[in-house]
T-cell receptor, first 113, second 114 residues
Framework: DAGVTQSPTHLIKTRGQQVTLRCSPK?????VSWYQQALGQGPQFIFQ???????QRGNFPDRFSGHQFPNYSSELNVNALLLGDSALYLC????????????FGPGTRLLVL | GNSVTQMEGPVTLSEEAFLTINCTYT??????LFWYVQYPGEGLQLLLK???ADDKGSNKGFEATYRKETTSFHLEKGSVQVSDSAVYFC?????????????WGLGTSLAVNP
């Protein structure tokens, strides 16, 4: 049973560019959450998707957007990249009826130059 | 509001020493509590959890007890190994149904020396 997978593992972009990160949830999971983890910090909640809709959102600007597909996989898009967007982006999945426990992927490390 | 406070690191121990990492929380209602571990260069792994007061979560020799009276969920291990070197995060789950999300502490770095 594959766990949560994310792609790519690493990415380098320049300021002003746009980036798309991808996540496939654990088998049987239908809820996907995205987190940003800056170096030396704890994860910060970006948003959560269920039934292809954004269900809740953390304190992130509209430059951060997402999508969930019918197969429950998800994308995180960040527009107009800033240097401060450099971080590890983590995807977590959970089954709605036992949604308290979230299972994390290995993350995508984004560096903005 | 909801928040998690962890003891600051880094914590440096010798192999076989006793480990305690303190975690206290502020929350409305009765949240579930978690410890996650992050090994160098990797994502987060669930270490243990407790869903109600007085529950004890345990895994891989680590334990934590949900103490409602002190709003704490301290992580303990009786004898640490070099392989336990990682960053440990305490978190609580708030909301219900499809509005659940995790609130995180800042993490505590643990280094275990042989």
């Amino acid at each position: 049973d594959a766990g949560v997978t994310q792609s790519p593992t690493h990415l380098i972009k320049t300021r002003g560019q746009q980036v798309t990160l991808r996540c496939s949830p654990k088998s049987g999971h239908d809820t996907v959450s995205w987190y940003q983890q800056a170096l030396g910090q704890g994860p910060q909640f970006i948003f959560q998707y269920y039934e292809e809709e954004e269900r809740q959102r953390g304190n992130f600007p509209d430059r951060f957007s997402g999508h969930q597909f019918p197969n429950y996989s998800s994308e995180l898009n960040v527009n107009a990249l800033l240097l401060g967007d450099s971080a590890l982006y983590l995807c977590a999945s959970s089954p709605l009826d036992r949604g308290e426990t979230q299972y994390f992927g290995p993350g995508t490390r984004l560096l903005v130059l | 509001g909801n928040s998690v406070t962890q003891m600051e690191g880094p914590v440096t121990l010798s192999e076989e020493a006793f480990l305690t990492i303190n975690c206290t929380y502020t929350a409305t209602g009765y949240p579930s509590l978690f410890w996650y571990v992050q090994y160098p260069g990797e994502g987060l792994q669930l270490l243990l959890k407790a869903t109600k007061a007085d529950d004890k979560g345990s895994n891989k020799g680590f334990e934590a007890t949900y103490r409602k009276e002190t709003t704490s969920f301290h992580l303990e291990k009786g004898s640490v190994q070099v392989s336990d070197s990682a960053v440990y995060f305490c978190a609580l789950s708030v909301g219900a149904g499809n509005n659940r999300k995790l609130i995180w502490g800042l993490g505590t770095s643990l280094a275990v020396n042989p």
